[in-house]
């Protein structure tokens, strides 16, 4: 059946990086396009930006841009979202979503935290 | 950036009731791009609309999605205890998309 399977929960503190992989399985990897998306606690979703899996490019909304670097690898049908400078607004859980978001990753919790 | 309200912020309802959901866009959604998901406590969102109206593989026809432009809504017919979740609506007609704020149906 068609997956995505994301990386574990991280703990990072402020200013450092963080890398969330997404693997597809079940599925053309290089047929639909990948988004981001997070949540912070008991808040709403927010879109980060979108990539596709076939040429690799990605877009980003402003508020990402510079910060966030969305990349695939398609030997593994792996997608990554690298985010730098975490403060701790970025505390939240990261998902990645198939498309129009048919299927969805598990989430990755992300902490920063001093 | 297309900015969408969802109103009410919390809707009280009891089973077997209808539930009408709004979902504002600041400016027209292109082609009517716009979606609806349901959330239930530490699970990822579920697909139910796409396109404005159109119902995802799987999702119970109490489901209905109407609307274009800048006005949308979602309607469940007949409220059933595990409809009763966190809705968001989700534009995907321009860049960047975006997301409504969220609108939590609760059991009265």
């Known amino acids: 059946q068609v997956r995505l399977v994301q990386s574990g929960a991280e703990v990072k503190k402020p200013g450092a990086s963080v890398k969330v992989s997404c693997k597809a399985s079940g599925y053309t990897f290089t047929s639909s396009y990948m988004h981001w998306v997070r949540q912070a606690p008991g808040q709403g979703l927010e879109w980060m930006g979108i990539i596709d899996p076939s040429g690799g490019g990605a877009t980003y909304p402003q508020k990402f841009q510079g910060r966030v670097t969305m990349t695939r690898d398609t030997s593994t049908s792996t997608v990554y979202m690298e985010m730098t400078s975490l403060r701790s607004e970025d505390t939240a859980v990261y998902y990645c979503?198939?498309?129009?978001?048919?299927?969805w990753g598990q989430g990755t919790t992300v902490t920063v935290s001093s | 950036e297309i900015v969408l309200t969802q109103s009410p912020g919390t809707l009280s309802l009891s089973p077997g009731e209808r539930a009408t959901l709004s979902c504002r866009a600041s400016q027209s959604v292109n082609s009517n791009y716009l979606i609806w998901y349901q959330q239930k406590p530490g699970q990822a969102p579920r697909l139910l609309i796409y396109?404005?109206?159109s119902r995802a593989t799987g999702i119970p026809d109490r489901f209905s999605g109407s609307g274009s432009g800048t006005d949308f809504t979602l309607t469940i017919s007949r409220l059933e205890p595990e409809d009763f979740a966190v809705y968001y609506c989700?534009?995907?007609?321009?860049?960047?998309?975006?997301f409504g704020q969220g609108t939590k149906v609760e059991i009265k």
């Open positions: 989700r534009q995907y007609g321009s860049s960047p998309q975006t």
């Open positions: 396109g404005a109206s």
């Open positions: 979503a198939r498309g129009l978001g048919d299927v």
